[in-house]
């Protein structure tokens, strides 16, 4: 069975920095690219960041560029989402997913149950 | 970045209706487009890939049409477990974007 647990959520003060882990099981981990989705309370859905298969590409929303980073350990089957600077519309759950493709062009067809993330003073 | 425009963003419909949601990118978009359905607490489910294609267990009374900038779901019939949220989401290019859903409620 496929899937995606993550963890690392919680409460940070503005300008603060947390590091999001998502654990893959059930698949060959390294045949696909991955994302990470978040949903703010009462909001829609926020595509926030992409990796390649192999790490070999990123992408980013323009609301996070320069502030999260992600990555992957193929060896762990774990993806990651780095968030620094944290401001406060930053808070949402925060859900790991998996790419149909090895790049990060694809539909989204396994989801994680999501880790809330809530900035605030 | 490419904008989805998603309509109605709420409906109200009785079970056993057609029920149809409309997104529109903003560029071609080729056939690049997903549709998946959101219930409260949960994590979103894809209904619909490469715009038309039923992802597997995905009831058949979901289906998806469109090319270019103009794409619809369209539920046959609903049926009481299809009262939700629906989010298309574009895959062409990233930053991937997501339309700004469309509740589906009892009538």
């Known amino acids: 069975e496929v899937q995606l647990v993550e963890s690392g959520g919680g409460v940070v003060r503005p300008g603060g920095s947390l590091r999001l882990s998502c654990a893959a099981s059930?698949?060959?981990?390294?045949?696909?690219?991955m994302y990470w989705v978040r949903q703010a309370p009462g909001k829609g859905l926020e595509w926030v960041s992409g990796?390649?298969?192999?790490?070999?590409?990123?992408g980013y929303a323009q609301s996070v560029k320069g502030r999260f980073t992600i990555s992957r350990d193929n060896a762990k089957n774990s993806l990651y989402l780095q968030m620094n600077s944290l401001r406060a519309e930053d808070t949402a759950v925060y859900h790991c997913?998996?790419?149909?493709?090895?790049?990060?062009?694809?539909?989204?067809?396994?989801w994680g149950q999501g880790t809330l993330v809530t900035v605030s003073s | 970045a490419i904008q989805m425009t998603q309509s109605p963003s709420s409906l109200s419909a009785s079970v056993g209706d057609r029920v149809t949601i409309t997104c529109r990118a903003s560029q071609d978009i080729r056939n690049d487009l997903g549709w998946y359905q959101q219930k409260p607490g949960k994590a979103p489910k894809l209904l619909i890939y490469a715009a038309s294609s039923l992802q597997s267990g995905a009831p058949s009374r979901f289906s998806g049409s469109g090319s270019g900038t103009d794409f619809t779901l369209t539920i046959s019939s609903l049926q009481p477990e299809d009262f939700a949220t629906y989010y298309c989401?574009?895959?062409?290019?990233?930053?991937?974007?997501f339309g700004g859903g469309t509740k589906v409620e009892i009538k």
């Open positions: 990796i390649f298969w192999n790490g070999g590409d990123t």
């Open positions: 997913a998996r790419s149909t493709e090895s790049g990060f062009e694809g539909a989204a067809d396994c």
């Open positions: 989401l574009q895959d062409y290019n990233h930053p991937l974007t």
């Open positions: 059930g698949f060959t981990f390294d045949d696909y690219g």
